[in-house]
């Protein structure tokens, strides 16, 4: 199986633009940079869509956000259980 390419967000934006010019048509711009239509269509859809937040990078924003809730949990976690230790501990000195 072949590797999935990876293209930068510069790329693509420079695609966007060539395919918006008049005279031209998607599968022209597609066909000239060795892509598939449908993705340049899906490029330019995302960019009509979100402008120059378009293309975020690496990674879909929900997963960062989960990796950031992951990480909470994990110190939310430990601070319950330090909590539970110093309660019986404590209540053992009380006796």
């Given at each position: 199986m072949a590797s999935r390419r990876k293209f930068s967000d510069e790329y693509k934006r420079e695609a966007v633009r060539l395919?918006?010019?008049?005279?031209?048509?998607?599968?022209?711009?597609?066909s000239d940079l060795g892509i598939n239509a449908n993705l340049l269509g899906r490029w330019c859809k995302d960019y009509?869509?979100?402008?120059?937040?378009?293309?975020?990078?690496?990674?879909?924003?929900?997963?960062?956000?989960?990796?950031?809730?992951?990480?909470?949990l994990a110190r939310v976690k430990k601070e319950r259980d330090?909590?539970?230790?110093?309660?019986?501990?404590?209540?053992?000195e009380s006796k």
């Open positions: 395919a918006t010019q008049p005279g031209v048509t998607k599968s022209q711009v597609a009509s869509a979100n402008g120059e937040a378009a293309f975020p990078g690496q990674g879909k924003p929900r997963d960062q956000e989960m990796a950031q809730l992951k990480r909470e330090f909590l539970r230790e110093a309660a019986t501990f404590f209540a053992r």
